[in-house]
């Protein structure tokens, strides 16, 4: 077997290939669009690139078939934020094959040391943790847009390696409609406190208008950033000009009427971010998207093909927390439903094990835990202890094993 690592247009047709072979024939595989996967690795198109670097690699086998191939990649910004310079790794696949699989995670640990990385997660994206986060090990379906699919024997292979469970990253499922396509209601609880909410003088609720998207980019940004400085000090803070580029390319799928934003004295103190599942259409689209493909993504939408919700992101500022403005954006978010009839099921993917709070609201909701991710991380210096992300947060005492993988 051979690494070789990506430099040609053939290498890039090889990397973006792979999948389509190796995922031949299952229906829950979506293949990503070639042009949204190349444009991770392009520093004109991915502003990460200031601040760090990305390398790929793809495996041959003796006949000079490609079985597998990986990522490796620095955001300065994100290793600086944690207690020792770390990378990742991501967009790994490979054939069922233990010594392949290694000789992938060798390169990327490899290239990380050089770079003086002492860890790696993975898999992760060279970009934000709403897309191509975590490894799935359990709930093996059709996955939301941005929500990772892959083979379930990859599992032993991260953990066999050396990773180990960084955290667990769960996604919530809640019918919209029922199969004769009547709306399903709230619980009453989360209805009544959202009336009454909504009532209180000061209080508030918007949803996101691409007419006034700069005013919106701000209240979130506000939103986030104070939301996590509480939860984390050496967060990453988000980048405006990050969220509006994102805003820009997704335009084409964003539904304005389910995003949400609450404000108090026009103060703003919460949102709520869902898009319609763009997966549902993807899948007919084969990664491709060129002429004949955007005219059929133009059917697709207009004929309401996108059934599903995915809530990517929220946020609610600490001393607004348990006051029932999360409630009230549901209310809202249920008005809308009743409006739009298309819309059958709500994925609210995902939420870490780190944030029981928001476990406890999807709960609330009716929801039910569908799926699961993990975020795994390699101590590449063996002198390092290995600690938890929700420990490394909130100071609790880790009750983890102290084994690879902590699998459970």
């Given at each position: 077997?051979?690494?070789?690592?990506?430099?040609?247009?053939?290498?890039?047709?090889?990397?973006?290939?792979?999948?389509?072979?190796?995922?031949?024939?299952?229906p829950n595989w979506?293949?990503?669009?070639?042009?949204?996967?190349?444009?991770?690795?392009?520093?004109?198109?991915?502003?990460?690139?200031?601040?760090?670097?990305?390398?790929r690699?793809?495996?041959k086998?003796d006949?000079?078939?490609?079985?597998?191939?990986?990522?490796?990649?620095?955001?300065?910004?994100?290793?600086?934020?944690?207690?020792?310079?770390?990378?990742?790794?991501?967009?790994?696949?490979?054939?069922?094959?233990?010594?392949?699989?290694?000789?992938?995670?060798?390169?990327?640990?490899?290239?990380?040391?050089?770079?003086?990385?002492?860890?790696?997660?993975?898999?992760?994206?060279?970009?934000?943790?709403?897309?191509?986060?975590?490894?799935?090990?359990?709930?093996?379906?059709?996955?939301?847009?941005?929500?990772?699919?892959?083979?379930?024997?990859?599992?032993?292979?991260?953990?066999?390696?050396?990773?180990?469970?960084?955290?667990?990253?769960?996604?919530?499922?809640?019918?919209?409609?029922?199969?004769?396509?009547?709306?399903?209601?709230?619980?009453?609880?989360?209805?009544?406190?959202?009336?009454w909410?909504?009532?209180?003088?000061?209080?508030?609720?918007?949803?996101?208008?691409?007419?006034?998207?700069?005013?919106?980019?701000?209240?979130?940004?506000?939103?986030?950033?104070?939301?996590?400085?509480?939860?984390?000090?050496?967060?990453?803070?988000?980048?405006?000009?990050?969220?509006?580029?994102?805003?820009?390319?997704?335009?084409?799928?964003?539904?304005?009427?389910?995003?949400?934003?609450?404000?108090?004295?026009?103060?703003?103190?919460?949102?709520?971010?869902?898009?319609?599942?763009?997966?549902?259409?993807?899948?007919?689209?084969?990664?491709?998207?060129?002429?004949?493909n955007?005219?059929?993504?133009?059917?697709?939408?207009?004929?309401?093909?996108?059934?599903?919700?995915?809530?990517?992101?929220?946020?609610?500022?600490?001393?607004?927390?348990?006051?029932?403005?999360?409630?009230?954006?549901?209310?809202?978010?249920?008005?809308?439903?009743?409006?739009?009839?298309?819309?059958?099921?709500?994925?609210?993917?995902?939420?870490?094990?780190?944030?029981?709070?928001?476990?406890?609201?999807?709960?609330?909701l009716?929801?039910r835990?569908?799926?699961?991710?993990?975020?795994?991380?390699?101590?590449?210096?063996?002198?390092?202890?290995?600690?938890?992300?929700?420990?490394?947060?909130?100071?609790?005492?880790?009750?983890?094993?102290?084994?690879?993988?902590?699998?459970?």
């Amino acid at each position: 077997m051979q690494i070789i690592q990506v430099t040609t247009k053939r290498d890039r047709e090889e990397f973006l290939n792979l999948p389509r072979r190796l995922y031949k024939g299952d229906p829950n595989w979506v293949c990503q669009l070639d042009s949204e996967l190349e444009a991770l690795f392009d520093p004109e198109r991915n502003y990460l690139f200031r601040q760090g670097e990305a390398n790929r690699w793809i495996l041959k086998d003796d006949s000079g078939r490609t079985i597998g191939r990986i990522a490796a990649f620095i955001d300065k910004v994100r290793s600086d934020a944690h207690f020792q310079p770390t990378g990742g790794i991501g967009f790994f696949e490979v054939i069922n094959d233990k010594n392949a699989a290694f000789m992938l995670f060798d390169a990327g640990r490899e290239w990380l040391t050089s770079k003086g990385m002492e860890a790696m997660d993975g898999p992760i994206n060279f970009g934000e943790n709403d897309n191509n986060w975590g490894l799935l090990v359990d709930g093996f379906m059709q996955q939301g847009y941005g929500m990772p699919y892959n083979k379930e024997y990859y599992r032993s292979f991260f953990e066999e390696y050396g990773f180990r469970n960084y955290f667990e990253q769960y996604s919530y499922h809640r019918d919209v409609r029922t199969s004769d396509n009547k709306i399903v209601e709230f619980p009453p609880r989360i209805m009544k406190i959202a009336e009454w909410l909504s009532k209180r003088p000061g209080y508030s609720f918007r949803h996101f208008e691409f007419a006034r998207k700069q005013k919106f980019i701000d209240d979130l940004v506000e939103i986030y950033n104070a939301t996590w400085k509480s939860f984390k000090e050496d967060f990453t803070p988000l980048d405006p000009e990050l969220l509006d580029a994102l805003f820009r390319k997704a335009k084409p799928v964003i539904d304005q009427d389910i995003i949400w934003f609450a404000y108090f004295n026009d103060k703003p103190i919460a949102f709520f971010i869902l898009y319609p599942d763009f997966n549902q259409i993807l899948k007919s689209l084969r990664g491709k998207l060129h002429l004949l493909n955007k005219i059929r993504f133009l059917y697709f939408k207009l004929t309401h093909k996108m059934t599903r919700m995915r809530a990517v992101v929220g946020g609610v500022l600490p001393s607004y927390q348990n006051s029932g403005v999360e409630s009230a954006i549901f209310y809202n978010l249920y008005e809308v439903f009743k409006r739009k009839p298309w819309y059958k099921e709500l994925e609210l993917s995902w939420v870490g094990d780190f944030n029981p709070k928001m476990i406890a609201i999807y709960e609330a909701l009716g929801a039910r835990k569908a799926k699961t991710h993990i975020t795994y991380r390699y101590l590449i210096n063996k002198k390092l202890k290995f600690t938890r992300y929700k420990v490394e947060m909130a100071g609790i005492p880790d009750s983890e094993p102290d084994q690879p993988g902590n699998k459970k």
